[in-house]
C-alpha cells in the first residue's frame, strides 16, 4: 500500500491523533547530570543501537503515516558521529513540517550553522545554572563556557525561538529561577522550567530535590509582569509571557498538571524501542523489524499502527515511592 494511502493514522485507542515522534538516537553523553544519569553508567554495545540509516528510515516512516514534528534527542544526540548526515537525510522530507532537536548545547558551536543548513527548525538547549562552578556540580562534568558559545552560535546561524531547559532542584539551583529568567530575556530566549521526574536510578533522592513549577511560578510573579498565555508549542509546556519582553516562560509540570489527555506522542530509543507513554512500560521492539525486513516497511507500518492500541492513557509519576517510577533514565528514552 501507498504511504499516502495509509497518512493521519495514527490515533490511539482514546482517540488521540499522535503526530510527534521523539527519537534518541544515543543513549550516551557528555555530561552526566545529577538528575537524570547515576555517577556510573553503562551504555549499549554499538550493534545495540539503531544505525543512522535505520533512524532515518524510521523518521520516513512515521511522517508517511502523518507525524509532521519529529524532535531528536538523546543522551546527547551532538555526540553521535556523523549525527549531521542524519539531519540531512531528514531535514527537507515533505510531509515534516518542525525537525526540533534537544541538546545540552556543548557541541553546537560547531553544529549549529549546518543544522540549520541541513533544515533543523527549533533547538532547546538545557541549562540548569549560570553560574560556572555550579554548572559542573549539576553536570558532574560540563563547561559551561561551552554552552554559552553554542548558544550564541545557534543565534547566529539564525535559529528563532530558541528555548532553554531547566530543572531546578531544591537546595541545588532552586535560587536560580530569577537569574535565568533575566538571562532569557537578555538574550531573546524562551525557557520552559522541567519538573524533575523519577526516572532511572539516581545517586539522591527525588523527593528531596522536588521543586513544584507552581512554586516557581508563584517567585517568578513577584519578579517579573507576567501575561498567562494560551500559546502553545505543540507539547505540554504551559506559557507566560513577560510583559515588554519577548521571552515566553513555560512549565511542563508532569507532577502538578496532568497533560496526558492532550498527548500527541511516542518516543523511539535508540534501540528501536517504540515507547507509548514517558512514564509507563508499554512497548513495541521495532529493531527486529527493521533488521529482518531491510527492503519491506510494511511489518514496520504494520506494527505501528497496532501500537496505537496499547498506548497507555497516561503517566503515574510519585516521589514518596522508593523505586523510580520508570526503571530507564530520560537519556534513554529520550528526553
Ligand atoms: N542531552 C540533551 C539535553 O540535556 O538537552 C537531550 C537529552 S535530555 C534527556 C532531555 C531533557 O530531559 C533535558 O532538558 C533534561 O534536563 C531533561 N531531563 C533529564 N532527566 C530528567 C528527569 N529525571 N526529570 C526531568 N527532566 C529530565
Ligand atoms: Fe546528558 Fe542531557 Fe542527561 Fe544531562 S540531561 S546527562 S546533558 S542526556
Redesign the pocket.
Known sequence: MAYTEQAHQLIDQFGRRVDYIRL?ITDR?D?R?V???SEDMSFLPREEVLTLEECARLVKVFVALGVSKVRI?????LVRKNALSLFEEIGHLPGLKELVM????SQLEHFAQPLKQAGLSRI???V?SLDPERFRKITRVGDLSKVLRGIEAAQAAGFANIKL???LMRGINDDEAIPLVDFAIAQGLDIAF???????A?DHQ?DSTYVSNQATLKLLQGHFPLISSAESTGGPAKYWRVAHANTRIGFIS?HSHNFCEACNRVRITCKGELYLCLGQEDRVDLMPLLRAYPNDDTPLIEAILASMRVKPKGHDFDLQRQAPAVIR???Q???
Do not use: A, K
Open positions: 534518541s553523553c555530561f547530570c538528575y537524570c544519569m534527542t538523546g543522551g546527547e544526540p534537544t541538546t545540552n548545547g532547546n538547549i538545557s540548569d531547559n531547566t530543572v522541567i519538573e524533575e521526574m523519577p526516572l532511572g539516581v527525588r508532569p533514565f530520560m537519556s528514552t529520550g528526553g
